[in-house]
Nanobody
């Protein structure tokens, strides 16, 4: 059974940082490209960052330069380091397999105060 468990969200002041984690089980994690997504209220879910199984990364223009995606295959975990958080960043952040989708986890809420 596939399971994705996100954590690390919270309330942070604008300009602050958060490190999100997503632990995956039920998939061959090391063989899969992974992505971090976010969904703000009333908006569609969007891809924030992706990382291939060999570590190549790509980022949405809206977060480029402020966000770093990384992975630890030994821990079946993908991370999202978010710096210089902005008022437009608040959303529920979730991870999933990049090139196909498995059941979504509960996500982790990021809130930014100005």
């Amino acid at each position: 059974q596939v399971q994705l468990v996100e954590s690390g969200g919270g309330l942070v002041q604008a300009g602050g940082s958060l490190r999100l984690s997503c632990a995956a089980s039920g998939i061959i994690f090391s063989a899969n490209a992974m992505g971090w997504y976010r969904q703000a209220p009333g908006k569609q879910r969007e891809l924030v960052a992706g990382i291939t199984n060999d570590g190549s990364t790509n980022y949405a223009d809206s977060v480029k330069g402020r966000v770093t995606i990384s992975r630890d295959n030994a821990k079946n975990t993908v991370y999202l380091q978010m710096n210089s958080l902005k008022p437009e960043d608040p959303a529920v952040y979730s991870c999933n397999v990049l090139y196909y989708k498995v059941s979504w986890g509960q996500g982790t809420q990021v809130t930014v105060s100005s």
